[in-house]
Nanobody, 126 residues
Framework: QVQLVESGGGLVQDGGSLRLSCRPS????????AGWFRQAPGKEREFVAF????????SYADSVKGRFTISRDIAKNTVYLQMDSLKPEDTAVYYC???????????????????WGQGTQVTVSS
């Protein structure tokens, strides 16, 4: 069983910063892609950012482009999401997700990921 452990969420003021971390525990997975999604109350889960594990290629949702940065530490098997210039509309539960090389689906859809973290709450106050 692969489990993803997230950390780094919390309460921050408008314009502040947070860094989320995510690493697998339990059975090791050969990661091909890692992504961050978020879900606000009453809304569907939405794509935030993606990174191709070995190549380091990244992609972002338009709403976070220029403010958020996804990165990974291959040696630590950890993916990060640096969030700067946070806005109240960024308030949501943030989830990390990973998939192996044989997993189908697109990088910006939840269907493209096999394993998910439990979620970490990010609250931005105005």
């Amino acid at each position: 069983q692969v489990q993803l452990v997230e950390s780094g969420g919390g309460l921050v003021q408008d314009g502040g910063s947070l860094r989320l971390s995510c690493r697998p525990s339990g059975r090791t997975v050969s990661t091909y892609r890692a992504g961050w999604f978020r879900q606000a109350p009453g809304k569907e889960r939405e794509f935030v950012a993606f990174i191709r594990w070995r190549a380091g290629v990244t992609s972002y949702a338009d709403s976070v482009k220029g403010r958020f940065t996804i990165s990974r530490d291959i040696a630590k098997n950890t993916v990060y999401l640096q969030m700067d210039s946070l806005k109240p509309e960024d308030t949501a539960v943030y989830y990390c997700a990973v998939a192996g090389p044989d997993y189908s689906g697109t990088f910006d859809s939840p269907d493209g990921y096999a394993y998910w973290g439990q979620g970490t709450q990010v609250t931005v106050s105005s």
